[in-house]
């Protein structure tokens, strides 16, 4: 094991997570073929979860495991991940609501798709017996994965770890609890809520983890990590136009999906660039610090962020034909037929093989750009 743990982060998003596949592709090329995966912790949230878990039920072959996830990510269908809900989308919104409403007090959860393909996969293609073995004979440490608990709002971070030292903790609306992982963490921590049911965990509901997880690298530190790998899906990296004419933006009222888009980008969109400017203070912090004076609990970090260099939703608009004619024509007819609205709100649902392996193939170029900032991070 390293004498310092590196972390490997993967955050939420959807369909964005076959962007997370692009870079590890990229990761893999650059280590040696059949070691183990080069990280002692994993922390997902949401699809970040699905990927996360899966490097640790293959984390004796690096190589072998990121070309299988990225088979699943590249032939993916939307109806392997979701199914529009039974309950219909009337011809009003009170009717709809309605009708909603009435199956959620017949015991149904209310949302508008449902996820069973998603857990038909998983049970397919995930043996969670797996992590077990591979904690075992030390290929990883911790596996963590973060989900929302509805009842008291906290951030939960559920973790399954070899390290004995690593107890529970409870930090303001942050928790960890030590636990093995299994699917309803998975389907919980990819719940986006409203559009898919929460998940029931030891009798309390949970849903997707990054609609209050805050600090994406939080659970990392409270595990140890004193090296974070951060891959994010978020257009933190994405140059803006600041040319762009006043007259030129839209001023349009907002339809119904363009602000279902920017919930879910607030949800979703990685706090990184905090996170890493607070890490970079106490690492100045810490160096005031003499050694021999140094607490053993205070560490310098190093961190590297990858993330995307094209806007996601760019890349969602250009294969936004490739979704099923109902689900784009519902998305086009909310959003009064504007594509660039109807994307933003799509890049999060299209799972479909144009989409994911444009992402793919964009995480692996953004990935071999900073080859070098890559190879010292591990070398060091």
Not at 341 to 351: D, I, N, P, T, V
Request: hydrophobic letters at 40%.
């Amino acid at each position: 094991m390293n004498k310092n743990k590196t972390a490997l982060l993967l955050s939420g998003g959807g369909a964005r997570g076959a962007y997370q596949v692009g870079v590890l592709n990229a990761l893999a090329t650059m280590a040696t073929k059949n070691t183990p995966i080069p990280f002692d912790i994993l922390c997902g949230t949401s699809a970040g979860a699905l990927n996360a878990t899966f490097l640790a039920s293959q984390a004796q072959s690096f190589s072998k495991a990121v070309k299988q996830l990225s088979y699943i990510w590249r032939h993916l269908t939307t109806d392997q991940i979701f199914q529009m809900s039974r309950w219909p989308i009337a011809s009003s919104i009170t009717k709809t609501l309605t009708s909603a409403f009435l199956q959620q007090q017949s015991g149904n959860a209310l949302a508008l798709m449902t996820n069973q393909p998603l857990e038909d996969l998983l049970r397919r293609f995930l043996d969670f017996n797996r992590i077990a073995i591979a904690l075992n004979q030390r290929h990883i440490e911790t596996l963590a994965i973060t989900a929302m608990n509805y009842s008291d709002g906290n951030s939960t971070t559920f973790f399954q770890s070899s390290n004995t030292q690593i107890t529970n903790w409870k930090s303001g609306r942050k928790v960890g609890i030590k636990s093995a992982i299994t699917i309803d963490h998975l389907l919980a921590s990819s719940a986006i809520p409203g559009i898919f049911p929460p998940r029931e965990i030891n009798k309390e509901f949970f849903g997707d983890g990054a609609v209050r997880l805050g600090s994406a690298i939080q659970p990392a530190i409270n595990l140890g990590a004193e090296k974070l790998l951060i891959i994010g899906v978020s257009d933190n990296r994405q140059a803006k136009d600041w040319t762009q004419s006043p007259t030129s933006l839209n001023y349009d009222a907002p339809s119904i999906v363009q602000v279902m888009g920017q919930l879910l980008n607030s949800a979703f969109i990685d706090s990184i660039d905090q996170d890493i400017a607070h890490i970079e203070e106490c690492n100045k912090l810490i160096e005031l610090i003499p050694n021999e004076l140094r607490p053993p609990h205070l560490a310098h970090r190093k961190t590297l962020v990858i993330s995307p260099s094209i806007g996601l939703n760019i890349v969602a608009e250009q294969t936004l034909e490739s979704l099923p004619v109902k689900i784009r024509k519902l998305l086009k007819t909310a959003t009064g037929n504007k594509s660039l609205g109807a994307a933003s709100a799509a890049s999060y649902l299209m799972f479909t093989p144009e989409y994911c392996r444009a992402l793919i193939e964009l995480g692996y170029k953004d990935a071999m750009w900073q080859k070098d900032k890559i190879e010292s991070f591990f070398s060091e």
